[in-house]
């Protein structure tokens, strides 16, 4: 494996490591100070401390794809780059100022001034913040890289070099070479919170490898087997995060902001739970489980879309994703029977209900619950049968009890209306109301007066009707013995 290594008198020096062999030498400006890799590894940023410019190599072929310059930026003497690679950073000792560079573009975008003497530079773990060592000053300029300015100056020790922000939590840590000693800065105060003695002249920083780890679940955690679902993993030292595989299966638009949020779009994959993995500089780290579920079902029509208030009207859904459905609901009431006939086709028979009127026709699957269709209940029809009634009027009689008789049936159903109230009427004189037996018939009697009954000659049965039922009259004969 390959490491470029420097500086040299204008040349970048390629190291394999397992040979310990230089296997080639990268020309680039004069007298090369420092280098920074992007977070892919492809291409490699040198700062060249006297030629006054910024070489970037292609690390595949060790060829210089661009050198950077502008006369306002003189003796780079140190590069970083942002945790995900669209910036770096150059420290122009000798223009007291930070160059900033578009990585996208291969150019230098914004040339900031900041403290004397820049010497050393850094980025913070989420890309926020740019730091520079500034030599002559014995302070630390502090960069908002969102708006290329600097937000403030930190004073630290005498002629600070080096500049490092730790992966983990962003703390900062500046050499000091003249007060021999290392300042320790809060990123979130931007005050020094430590002054530690070290040897003379300090020089340089470094970490220790971190293990990369994942923090927090995966959200979100669970996506539609169809795929597509952009998934954001956090965690620390996550900046060298090559690939994020869902059950051993890479996901797509793999995203690396800073070193602790990574992002990739979920493939397609068969509904149930996969490991979640990422692939870091080489290390496969876990991440967690994630949760395929199958599409949520949608409907687009029911036919008949309206249907007695007995139920039992056979009902056809067309729609999508309706394979596994368990259950098929008519507002607040399961459908008396179900089939799944196809992905895309259920038949389902009508309960029945309470009362006439619009329901909400739903369709439940282990992915979820359809939109509602509308469906409709209509009242059932009716039908009274009257029977004649035979009286007998004795002299100087006034009045005649007469003992009505009808049944009342739907005739949806053609079954018998048990419980309901049934009115009988000569012309507009009442007899009398009467409830419906379980055989659907009701009977009664009442006074009628006699001149009132050889007129009309024949009485009235009047069902007024109900939520679920309509109303219905029949009319029968009076007959005199």
């Known amino acids: 494996m390959g490491r470029f290594v420097g500086p040299g008198a204008g040349g970048v020096d390629v190291i394999d490591t397992a040979t310990l062999t230089v296997t080639a030498t990268v020309p680039v400006g004069n007298q090369p100070t420092s280098i920074a890799f992007t977070p892919d590894g492809r291409?490699?940023?040198?700062?060249?401390?006297?030629?006054?410019?910024?070489?970037?190599?292609?690390?595949?072929?060790?060829?210089?794809?661009?050198?950077?310059?502008?006369?306002?930026?003189?003796?780079?003497?140190?590069?970083?780059?942002?945790?995900?690679?669209?910036?770096?950073?150059?420290?122009?000792?000798?223009?007291d100022n930070v160059s900033v560079i578009d990585t996208a573009t291969g150019t230098i975008s914004a040339v900031v001034p900041v403290g004397s003497g820049p010497g050393g530079v850094a980025v913070s773990p989420d890309g926020r913040y740019a730091y520079t060592a500034n030599e002559n000053a014995g302070t630390l300029s502090v960069l908002d890289t969102s708006t290329a300015a600097v937000v403030a100056t930190v004073p630290v020790g005498s002629v600070p070099t080096a500049v490092l922000a730790d992966p983990d939590d962003g703390t900062v840590y500046v050499t000091n070479g003249g007060s021999g000693t290392l300042s320790v800065v809060d990123p979130a105060t931007l005050t020094v919170t430590a002054t530690v003695p070290t040897g003379n002249t300090p020089f340089a920083l470094a970490t220790a490898p971190g293990t990369p780890a994942v923090t927090a679940v995966p959200a979100p955690d669970h996506g539609p087997t169809t795929?597509?679902?952009?998934?954001?993993?956090?965690?620390?030292?996550?900046?060298?995060?090559?690939?994020?595989l869902f059950g051993g299966v890479p996901g797509s638009n793999l995203t690396v902001t800073g070193g602790s949020t990574v992002t990739a779009t979920?493939?397609?994959?068969?509904?149930?739970?996969?490991?979640?993995?990422?692939v870091v500089g080489g290390r496969v780290v876990p991440a967690g489980i994630y949760t395929y579920q199958d599409p949520a079902p949608a409907l687009t029509a029911a036919a008949p879309d309206h249907g007695p208030v007995s139920g039992g009207t056979t009902v056809v859904l067309t729609g999508s994703h309706l394979t596994?459905?368990?259950?098929?609901?008519?507002?607040?009431?399961?459908?008396?029977?179900?089939?799944?006939?196809?992905?895309?086709?259920?038949?389902?028979?009508?309960?029945?209900?309470?009362?006439?009127?619009?329901?909400?026709?739903?369709?439940?699957?282990?992915?979820?619950?359809?939109?509602?269709?509308?469906?409709?209940?209509?009242?059932?029809?009716?039908?009274?049968?009257?029977?004649?009634?035979?009286?007998?009027?004795?002299?100087?009689?006034?009045?005649?009890?007469?003992?009505?008789?009808?049944?009342l049936t739907d005739t949806t159903t053609g079954r018998a209306v048990p419980g309901a109230a049934v009115a009988f009427t000569?012309?507009?004189?009442?007899?009398?109301?009467?409830?419906?037996?379980?055989?659907?018939?009701?009977?009664?009697?009442?006074?009628?007066?006699f001149l009132t009954v050889l007129?009309?000659?024949?009485?009235?049965?009047?069902?007024?009707?109900?939520?679920?039922?309509?109303?219905?009259?029949?009319?029968?004969?009076?007959?005199?013995?």
């Open 227 to 244: 795929g597509g679902t952009t998934v954001t993993v956090t965690g620390r030292r996550l900046g060298g995060t090559t690939a994020v």
């Open 324 to 407: 596994g459905a368990t259950a098929v609901s008519f507002g607040p009431l399961p459908a008396a029977s179900f089939t799944v006939d196809s992905d895309t086709r259920i038949t389902a028979t009508a309960p029945a209900a309470t009362a006439a009127g619009g329901v909400d026709l739903t369709v439940t699957t282990p992915g979820g619950t359809s939109g509602a269709l509308r469906y409709g209940y209509d009242r059932d029809s009716t039908a009274l049968t009257a029977r004649p009634v035979l009286f007998s009027v004795a002299p100087g009689q006034l009045s005649i009890n007469l003992a009505p008789s009808a049944t």
């Open 266 to 278: 979920a493939p397609p994959h068969a509904s149930g739970t996969v490991t979640l993995l990422l």
């Open 43 to 95: 291409s490699a940023y040198v700062t060249n401390f006297v030629g006054s410019s910024v070489s970037v190599i292609d690390t595949a072929s060790s060829t210089v794809t661009a050198t950077l310059a502008r006369p306002d930026a003189r003796t780079p003497n140190a590069v970083a780059l942002a945790p995900d690679g669209k910036h770096a950073y150059t420290a122009n000792f000798n223009s």
């Open 455 to 481: 007129l009309r000659l024949g009485y009235t049965a009047t069902y007024a009707g109900s939520p679920a039922l309509e109303p219905a009259t029949a009319d029968a004969g009076l007959l005199r013995l």
């Open 426 to 449: 000569v012309g507009t004189t009442p007899v009398c109301t009467a409830t419906t037996d379980a055989a659907g018939t009701a009977t009664c009697t009442g006074l009628v007066p």
